[in-house]
T-cell receptor
């Protein structure tokens, strides 16, 4: 069975400081992993996916199969980064439905 | 439409009553998903549709929950005999296809409160 763990419910950092949101997963196959973000009063939206190996809004995430992790990182946090972040895994073979972690609320302190 | 549309945006219902939540996916999207977001519980997968069929109903929490999709478009999630623990935000999402690699787009959710 698949599982996504986000150990931190709340994370506060100062503006300009590095930020890392942790995500660990459990999945027997070859996973596809995502980070979704929900800004205040907005809908949940895709931030990035590991297969794209892209940087969005300065965020990056590397899939580490040895550690079964997909931590989200940004070298210099901005106030507008304050939001709820969800790590997600695409589960059953051939299907696209996502399994989410419980989320981490990031607050960037001015 | 421009995005996934859900209605009602807010619903307060009495315990024991039935509720219907509606989802209108992005035009042309064949895959549709329902999730539930409870306080402190994160997002819980409920069911997904490819066209009008639901290959995976494993996430439905009880037989009080059902969902259907007609015409490959609009979907309705029905909760019968609502209980207080059903209070949550019900999120609908859609993607072009149900195969991996298709970006999933979410609606704003239907906030359900059972009193």
């Amino acid at each position: 069975a698949q599982r996504v763990t986000q150990p931190e419910k709340l994370l506060s950092v100062f503006k300009g400081a590095p930020v890392e949101l942790k995500c660990n997963y459990s999945y027997s196959g070859s996973p596809e992993l995502f980070w979704y973000v929900q800004y205040s009063r907005q809908r949940l939206q895709l931030l990035l996916r590991h297969i794209s190996r892209e940087s969005i809004k300065g965020f990056t995430a590397d899939l580490n199969k040895g550690e079964t992790s997909f931590h989200l990182k940004k070298p210099f946090a901005q106030e507008e980064d304050s939001a709820m972040y969800y790590c997600a895994l695409s589960g059953h073979s051939g299907a696209n439905n996502l399994f989410f972690g419980t989320g981490t609320r990031l607050t960037v302190i001015p | 439409g421009a995005g996934v549309s859900q209605s009602p945006s807010n619903k307060v219902t009495e315990k024991g009553k039935d509720v219907e939540l509606r989802c209108d996916p992005i035009s042309g999207h064949t895959a549709l998903y329902w999730y539930r977001q409870s306080l402190g519980q994160g997002l819980e997968f409920l069911i997904y549709f490819q066209g009008n069929s639901a290959p995976d109903k494993s996430g439905l929490p009880s037989d009080r929950f059902s969902a259907e999709r007609t015409g490959g478009s609009v979907s309705t999630l029905t909760i019968q005999r609502t209980q207080q623990e059903d209070s949550a935000v019900y999120l609908c999402a859609s993607s072009l296809r149900a195969s991996p690699g298709n970006t999933i787009y979410f609606g704003e959710g239907s906030w359900l409160t059972v009193v």
